[in-house]
């Protein structure tokens, strides 16, 4: 098959412009890719061979070599592993759309400081580019396990490639990066040099599972050195915690997480008895960006006795947990296990139970140790942690001794259910909560005057789970969760009240409005009454005890769930002087077609009061207007 030239994909051609132009201050990086890479290939014939999917593969020395030449200033990364078919190295390095490479530079454009940048190139899996950082030009040959023909590739990284079939390919994979000369001031290393490839892979790859060698430098009878090995190979979660720094755990972390930054939280677990496993989790200090995309990747990577099986593996830990990096290592599964396989395996479910009150039980650790590392983890994943008071019942207590939310009592902290109850006032028999878009909004709610004015503390949820949680726990240590937007609201007689006399008063003073407001407003609302909610606004609308709010109603509709539309309740505030000249003027007038509009305006009020819209805005503004210009 003759040589053949192609062209890059426009955004891989802006992606290596980025690269060659020297976006990232720490080029030493590059090397850290490739070896990554060249790891991920030795895993995936690793597992191919234990599939039977690769028969022919040769699989009794797998490793990365390193291959120094001063004199062509060449720097290779070989390893033996899965290697690319020829359709698949035009496929996966000429166009690398499935790479993301589109959210990759629009990441890299928003990065405002060095190592936000440099952390894109893990995150993207375009790690095989940042080889032109370094390179002028470079070579990439490769043979696929069990396949006679290799595929070499070359490319200086100007717009352009070619590909070319060879015979004499070995198995795996090898980049021949053509240096370009050091140049001390622009963080260039010369990276011919032996003492500075080896510092690299100690820092950035010593954890690797395979042997990482450096190929000896011949002497003069032509004959090389052996290779020198130079990463530990140590699984670092199969040491005690003493003989682990927390830089090469924070290492493991990056480069299994994908994340520049440094972890929240090291959790380390071993289990023996019947079932031995060990585990190193991590809990990242920043939520990813996909965190609640459908297509979100979650899960840990799964060992069986140090060989690899698969990445993402979704059963060990449950969806509200999915933003936890880590590793397992079985020592009893099957190294034939298939995701299929895992989802029936009783000891796959027992090892999610055990992680899963491994790391609710380290936050709820953090939140009494660390009150600031604790604040950190909240903002970043309490709204995800707390979909598993929806879906998981079983661990639900201990979530809710975790859970914490932002309170009228305080503008900047949160506070727990327990801290609520203890500082409830005598009396008080209910949890009070009220949801919405965001605290500011909530804050100025109606249906909060009467709690502000008698200084009853409300917790104010802002998160879409919020809506569906709170009514399916119900409960806190026996103290019932009530939504102060939903049913009616008795928090009993103020010092100036009058008491039960006059409410009864009012409701039959208000009677005949009520009654006819309700006619009037069939269309929109369920019932008119008076509230014992308002002190300030005129009215306000509310759901049933067991009814849904518009959110609720709004996020079904969403999923595609058909929703009837629910009838609200308007309550009106007796004590406004708008409310209560309206209901004079309705037992004074014959002709009632006016008050009809002004009906109307009440109930579209308390509709933008919660946020809402007016179910016709044209005619909303045209009453409006019609008003004001009466008043002038």
Request: proline fraction near 3%; glycine fraction near 8%.
């Amino acid at each position: 098959m003759p040589t053949e030239t192609f062209e890059f994909q426009v955004e891989a051609r802006q992606l290596l412009q980025l690269m060659i132009h020297s976006v990232y201050s720490n080029k030493d990086v590059f090397l850290r890719e490739l070896v990554s890479n060249a790891s991920d290939a030795l895993d995936k014939l690793r597992l191919a061979a234990l599939r039977d999917d690769a028969p022919d593969a040769d699989v009794s020395d797998l490793h990365i070599e390193l291959e120094i030449d001063k004199d062509a200033r060449t720097l290779t990364v070989r390893d033996n592993g899965i290697g690319m078919s020829y359709d698949e190295v035009g496929k996966l390095i000429g166009t690398i759309a499935n790479s993301g490479t589109a959210q990759f530079l629009r990441e890299l454009r928003q990065a405002q400081d060095t190592a936000g940048a440099e952390g894109l190139i893990g995150q993207f899996g375009v790690g095989f580019y940042s080889g032109f950082m370094v390179a002028d030009e470079v070579t990439l040959l490769t043979r696929r396990a069990g396949e006679g023909q290799g595929t070499r590739w070359i490319s200086r990284g100007e717009g352009t490639y070619t590909l070319e079939a060879v015979d004499d390919a070995p198995q795996g994979t090898s980049v021949t990066l053509h240096l370009k000369p050091a140049d001390p001031d622009n963080q260039l290393h010369d990276y011919t040099s032996v003492w500075k490839v080896k510092e690299i892979v100690k820092r950035y790859s010593d954890f690797i599972t395979w042997p990482i060698r450096l190929v000896g430098e011949r002497g003069e009878d032509g004959e090389a050195a052996a290779p020198e090995t130079l990463n530990s190979m140590k699984a670092l979660w199969a040491r005690s915690r003493e003989e682990v720094s927390e830089e090469e755990y924070h290492e493991l972390y990056k480069h299994i997480g994908h994340d520049w930054r440094e972890p929240l939280e090291t959790i380390q677990l071993q289990a023996e008895g019947t079932f031995e496993y060990q585990a190193l989790l991590f809990v990242p200090s920043h939520a990813p960006h996909d965190l609640f995309n459908q297509n979100f990747k979650r899960g840990l990577q799964l060992y069986v006795k140090r060989v690899f099986i698969m990445d993402d593996c979704e059963e060990l830990l449950p969806p509200y947990l999915r933003f936890v990096k880590g590793v397992v290592d079985a020592q009893d599964l099957s190294l034939n296990v298939s995701r299929e396989i895992l989802q029936q395996d009783r000891h796959i479910r027992m090892m999610q139970r055990r992680l899963t009150k491994k790391v609710l039980s380290s936050v709820k650790g953090m939140m009494a140790d660390d009150a600031e590392r604790y604040a950190t983890f909240w903002r970043e994943f309490g709204a995800v942690l707390k979909e598993g008071l929806v879906t998981d019942p079983d661990n639900r207590d201990a979530l809710l001794a975790v859970t914490s939310f932002a309170t009228t009592r305080d503008e900047d902290g949160t506070v727990t259910l327990k801290q609520y109850v203890e500082r409830m006032a005598d009396g008080q028999d209910d949890i009070y909560y009220i949801t919405g878009e965001s605290r500011e909004s909530i804050d100025s709610s109606p249906h909060m005057e009467a709690f502000r004015e008698r200084g009853i503390e409300v917790l104010l949820l802002t998160d879409p789970v919020d809506e569906v949680w709170a009514d399916a726990v119900g409960e806190f240590e026996g103290k019932r969760l009530r939504s102060i937007a939903k049913g009616e609201i008795d928090l009993g007689a103020r010092e100036d009240d009058e008491g039960e006399g006059e409410r009864e008063k009012q409701a039959e003073e208000y009677a005949g409005l009520l009654g006819w407001m309700r006619e009037r407003l069939e269309e929109d609302v369920k019932e008119v009454r008076l509230s014992t909610r308002l002190t300030v606004s005129p009215a306000c609308l509310v759901a049933d005890a067991d009814g849904l709010t518009p959110a609720l109603e709004n996020m079904y509709r969403a999923m595609g769930q058909e929703v009837p539309r629910a009838l609200r309740i308007l309550e009106l505030n007796p004590d406004h002087a708008l409310v209560k000249g309206l209901n004079e003027a309705y037992g004074e007038r014959e002709d009632r077609s006016d008050l009809t509009e002004t009906a109307e305006l009440l109930y579209a009020l308390a509709v933008l009061a919660e946020g809402g819209r007016p179910k016709d805005p044209a005619r909303f503004v045209q009453l409006m207007a019609g008003r004001l210009e009466r008043t002038l």
